[in-house]
């Protein structure tokens, strides 16, 4: 079974403080796509960044960054020097390459305070 | 501009009346996708479009209908038949979903609707 998990229902840092987003994923295809999305308030969901399950080098796009390690079947997103602005609702997803679902994680909601 | 445009922003339906939200992107995509989503969860899969006048269900279909006449617009019809209807619905497009696309697959959603039942 495909599943995504994000056991952080909720987390409140103080702006500038570093944040890591866990996500944890199962699948047994060895094929798959990971994606992580941002809802900020306004409901619409944001493309952060797509990774292939071949690939497992890091990634860093400003103050954000991936950490993808398939031994443990986890791709963390980590915010450093967080900014209000940055507070939302964060999504992992999944999708293996069999399928063209989308299977999301239940979110973790980041609240950043000034 | 390019995107996804969703709308109403926000509609309000009496029990028992059929209403549809309208999906349209200017992306050029072929694959289009609805979404629920309610309080605390993460997203549901609706229905599902790869081309024009071909659709699937997705995992919770029931009580929804769909249309894909056009490339540009995928409405979603939410009929009497949907027990709790009240959620906010999300439209998506990516390009056509192939095995082993490396690229295209990535989806991209418009702005929602929520939809609550009185």
């Known amino acids: 079974a495909q599943k995504v998990t994000q056991a952080q229902t909720e987390i409140s840092v103080v702006e500038k403080e570093d944040v890591t987003l866990d996500c944890v994923y199962e699948?047994?295809?060895?094929?798959?796509?990971l994606f992580w999305y941002k809802q900020p308030p306004s409901g619409e969901l944001v493309f952060l960044i797509r990774?292939?399950?071949?690939?497992?080098q890091n990634e860093i796009s400003g103050r954000y960054s991936w950490n993808f390690q398939k031994s443990t079947s986890s791709f963390n997103f980590t915010i450093t020097a967080s900014q209000v602005v940055d507070s939302a609702v964060y999504f992992c997803?999944?999708?293996?390459?069999?399928?063209?679902?989308?299977?999301f994680g239940s979110g973790t909601r980041l609240l950043v305070r000034p | 501009d390019g995107g996804i445009t969703q709308s109403p922003k926000y509609l309000f339906r009496k029990e028992g009346q059929n209403v549809t939200l309208s999906c349209e992107q200017n992306l050029n995509h072929d694959a289009m996708y609805w979404y629920r989503q309610d309080p605390g969860q993460g997203l549901r899969l609706i229905y599902y479009s790869q081309i024009v006048n071909d659709f699937q269900k997705g995992d919770i279909a029931e009580g929804y209908s769909v249309s894909r006449e056009k490339k540009e617009s995928f409405p979603l019809t939410v009929t009497s038949a949907q027990k709790n209807p009240t959620a906010f619905y999300l439209c998506?497009?990516?390009?056509?979903?192939?095995?082993?696309?490396?690229?295209?697959?990535?989806?991209?959603f418009g702005p929602g609707t929520r939809l609550t039942v009185l």
């Open positions: 998506a497009s990516s390009m056509k979903w192939l095995a082993g696309a490396l690229s295209t697959d990535t989806q991209y």
């Open positions: 990774r292939n399950s071949f690939d497992e």
């Open positions: 699948t047994r295809d060895t094929t798959y796509y």
């Open positions: 997803a999944l999708r293996m390459d069999s399928s063209y679902k989308l299977i």
